[in-house]
């Protein structure tokens, strides 16, 4: 393949992206900030790892018209949560303990 096809075809990146070598300038600006509640981003990491993991093993066991199936009751409900109203914004001072982790 010549430069100039290949100058042509390629999707034009701006200059003041950050190139894949570099991590994730939003990730580390937070972090420098005092933004990233390591505790609580933790929490999630490990809740998150280990749903995916049980959800892949509960997977194989059901049969996919069935996992189809619950997967849209799964939707229903989030969508159901999404549109009721909330009780309170939160608080962004919530400190993790152990209850709250469970949760």
Not at 9 to 36: D, E, F, M, Q
Not at 38 to 51: K, L, M, T
Not at 66 to 73: A, K, N, S
Request: proline share 9%.
């Amino acid at each position: 393949m010549s430069s100039a096809y290949a100058r042509h075809t390629l999707p034009s990146v701006p200059a003041h992206w950050p190139s894949r070598r570099t991590p994730s300038p939003n990730l580390i600006s937070h972090s420098r900030a005092g933004n990233v509640k390591w505790p609580c981003a933790g929490v999630f990491a490990f809740s998150g790892i280990a749903g995916a993991a049980a959800g892949a093993q509960f997977g194989r066991m059901v049969d996919g018209k069935q996992l189809l199936f619950l997967f849209g009751l799964v939707m229903l409900a989030v969508a159901t949560a999404m549109f009721s109203p909330r009780a309170s914004a939160g608080d962004p001072n919530v400190r993790i303990n152990p209850k709250i982790a469970w949760r």
